[in-house]
């Protein structure tokens, strides 16, 4: 199977929003977290931060899954609870 480039991408992209994404859970976004700073973030950053959060939540896990599969070669998993003759 001929790599595709753009995927690689994706998955890079992909990765460095999940980094920010909990990055700005624990320092922008509203709601709670166990770990308080003084460096909390109010005001018109925290919505932002809460609005991007929440956009990009709604699609990247699904779209990580979906990229995995592409490189997935699913003949190679042996199928559970068949019978060898």
Do not use: C
């Not at 922008?28 to 950053?45: C, D, F, Q, R, V």
């Not at 956009?55 to 190679?76: D, G, H």
Request: hydrophobic share 45%; aromatic share 18%.
């Amino acid at each position: 199977m001929k790599r595709l480039y753009y995927l690689d991408n994706l998955m890079i992209f992909l990765s460095i929003l999940v980094v920010l994404h909990h990055v700005s859970i624990s320092y922008g976004t509203m709601g709670g977290w166990s770990y308080i700073t003084s460096e909390k973030l109010t005001g018109t950053i925290q919505v932002f931060l809460s609005a991007l959060t929440g956009i990009e939540a709604s699609f990247s896990m699904s779209l990580f899954f979906f990229n995995w599969t592409e490189y997935m070669p699913f003949w190679k998993i042996p199928y559970i609870g068949t019978i060898k003759q």
